[in-house]
């Protein structure tokens, strides 16, 4: 579900980064509509990066819940000096 998620928000990022960064130069400097396009870009890139640290902590948990399942189920095998 986790990745779903990210995956959407990260659509999200890139469409808002990528449309405000394609407004920066239409847009006259010091105007309201350059601080909303900076805004925009800048919560943009926050989106996207933090999806990306999202993705890269779920992935590493995955390893590592995967890890410790096959440390778990290792089979014990008793030797005749236990018994």
């Known amino acids: 579900m986790i990745d ?12 808002v980064g990528v449309g405000s960064a394609l407004m920066l130069p239409g847009t006259v400097a010091g105007s309201a509509e350059r601080i ?9 890139l926050g989106i996207v990066v933090g999806c990306v640290v999202v ?5 590493r948990r ?9 440390l778990i189920d290792d089979p014990v095998v008793t030797t005749k000096e236990n018994s």
């Open 4 to 15: 779903v998620a990210t995956r959407a928000l990260l659509s999200l990022g890139c469409f």
């Open 36 to 44: 909303v396009s900076i805004f925009a870009l800048l919560l943009g």
């Open 55 to 59: 993705r890269r902590l779920s992935i």
């Open 62 to 70: 995955r390893h590592r819940d995967a890890a410790m399942t096959d």
